[in-house]
């Protein structure tokens, strides 16, 4: 059985085409958020965050024979966790790095984590969107705070993501809960409707829409703040499904 750590769009897909190969497939996602799996009998799913105990324990006890890792590219700490696990098993670890996207040109700020966006994002004096998720909340809310800036954050319509709005302070009329990815018109649409001019992001790639970000962000003249990747390991890892897809196949046999 292959374990595959995902929930992002190219989850699905992969599992799809793994199971109609032959191979069993557990999904396991840190969040019970729907995913399209299909009901495919060689697919199973799980839903809960692991820890390494908890990863190594799911692997011995389900006849895990590679664990292939399709999380988020800011999902440091579970891509971390998953090297480590096949290391300790002796499992082949293959991993899906996404693409990144091109940078338009000056009115994009590359900045190392969340305390130095949000320092970036006040600096220019206009009202923001903050569409990196519901983690680290905390410091573009006191930023704003401090600035005097309206911030309007834009999370998954779930439960823990509004609740993480609520603990940090964000009225609910500035909490826009919709799932993306989101089309350039879309995004334009969030912008005139706050009068935003500092628009904050990370690198999630094509397949996260960054691309209709950038350029709606561009044609309503707002700056753009992203958080850069963390540093992954993946020297010539896939940088799209089916080239993930023809690895496992060349690495992990089939069972008989």
Same mark, same amino acid.
């Given at each position: 059985?292959?374990?595959?750590?995902?929930?992002?769009?190219?989850?699905?897909?992969?599992?799809?085409?793994?199971?109609?190969?032959?191979?069993?497939?557990?999904?396991?996602?840190?969040?019970?958020?729907?995913?399209?799996?299909?009901?495919?009998?060689?697919? !199973? !799913?799980?839903?809960?965050?692991?820890?390494?105990?908890?990863?190594?324990?799911?692997? +011995? &006890?389900?006849?895990?024979?590679?664990?292939?890792?399709?999380? #988020?590219?800011?999902?440091?700490?579970? +891509?971390?966790?998953?090297?480590?696990?096949?290391?300790?098993? +002796?499992?082949?670890?293959?991993?899906?790095? +996404?693409? !990144?996207?091109?940078?338009?040109?000056?009115?994009?700020?590359?900045?190392?984590? #969340?305390?130095?966006?949000?320092?970036?994002?006040? &600096?220019?004096?206009?009202?923001?969107?903050?569409?990196?998720?519901?983690?680290?909340?905390?410091?573009?809310?006191?930023?704003?705070?401090?600035?005097?800036? &309206?911030?309007?954050?834009?999370?998954?319509?779930?439960?823990?993501?509004?609740?993480?709005?609520?603990?940090?302070?964000?009225?609910?009329?500035?909490?826009?809960?919709?799932?993306?990815?989101?089309?350039?018109?879309?995004?334009?649409?969030?912008?005139?409707?706050?009068?935003?001019?500092?628009?904050?992001?990370?690198?999630?790639?094509?397949?996260?829409?960054?691309?209709?970000?950038?350029?709606?962000?561009?044609?309503?003249?707002?700056?753009?703040?992203?958080?850069?990747?963390?540093?992954?390991?993946?020297?010539?890892?896939?940088?799209?499904?089916?080239?993930?897809?023809?690895?496992?196949?060349?690495?992990?046999?089939?069972?008989?």
């Amino acid at each position: 059985m292959i374990l595959l750590l995902g929930g992002t769009s190219e989850t699905a897909p992969l599992a799809q085409d793994l199971a109609q190969r032959g191979y069993q497939v557990l999904v396991s996602m840190a969040t019970n958020e729907p995913l399209a799996i299909g009901d495919h009998p060689h697919i !199973r !799913r799980r839903c809960g965050r692991l820890d390494d105990a908890g990863m190594a324990d799911l692997c +011995r &006890s389900q006849g895990i024979r590679a664990i292939v890792d399709v999380t #988020h590219p800011y999902a440091a700490a579970a +891509r971390a966790t998953a090297r480590r696990v096949g290391d300790l098993l +002796r499992l082949p670890y293959l991993t899906l790095v +996404r693409p !990144r996207t091109p940078m338009p040109g000056r009115d994009v700020h590359m900045v190392a984590n #969340h305390e130095d966006a949000a320092a970036k994002a006040v &600096s220019f004096r206009r009202p923001i969107l903050l569409t990196t998720g519901a983690n680290n909340l905390l410091c573009y809310v006191c930023a704003a705070h401090s600035a005097g800036l &309206s911030l309007v954050v834009r999370v998954l319509p779930r439960r823990e993501s509004l609740d993480a709005c609520r603990q940090a302070g964000i009225p609910a009329g500035h909490i826009i809960a919709e799932k993306g990815p989101f089309t350039v018109e879309g995004n334009r649409a969030h912008i005139r409707c706050f009068q935003i001019g500092t628009l904050v992001t990370k690198d999630s790639g094509q397949a996260g829409g960054v691309p209709s970000k950038l350029e709606a962000a561009r044609l309503e003249r707002c700056q753009v703040v992203m958080v850069e990747r963390p540093l992954v390991n993946a020297v010539g890892a896939p940088a799209c499904v089916q080239e993930l897809l023809a690895k496992i196949v060349s690495s992990v046999p089939l069972e008989q």
